[in-house]
């Protein structure tokens, strides 16, 4: 189990990492509302802006997804769950944690369901 010092590590990096996504997000958004007010000359201003937006609208799914991860593992912290896996309930080994701080599942639980998110 994931002691008192360990579990205020997670948070810190935690809450640095959400409010990394925060600016991020806020950042990304503003760019897309500047591209939406230039004034498009050609056909190639106009191709080059709809793949910056795409290029764009990929990267903010992507961080909010993340966020939404990242706000679940405080829930656990808060609600002293966090390092226990969704799947087994055992403990999620903490050098996982620190390369995925808001990991959901222990190695042995993440590989099943990606087997299974194959065979779909």
Sequence with gaps: MLN?????????????????IKRNLNITSSE???????????EG???STSLGRAVDNAILDQQAKE????E?????????????CEMCGEEI???RLKVKIFARYCITCREIIEKEEKHK
């Design 4 to 20: 008192g010092e360990q579990i205020e590590f997670f948070k810190t990096a935690l809450d640095a990492r959400s409010a990394q």
């Design 32 to 42: 897309m509302d500047d591209m939406n007010n230039n004034d498009l000359r050609d």
């Design 45 to 47: 201003d106009h191709a």
């Design 67 to 70: 966020l939404a991860e990242i």
């Design 72 to 84: 679940l593992a405080l829930g656990k912290i808060h609600d002293n769950l966090y390092g226990i």
């Design 93 to 95: 080994n903490i050098e």
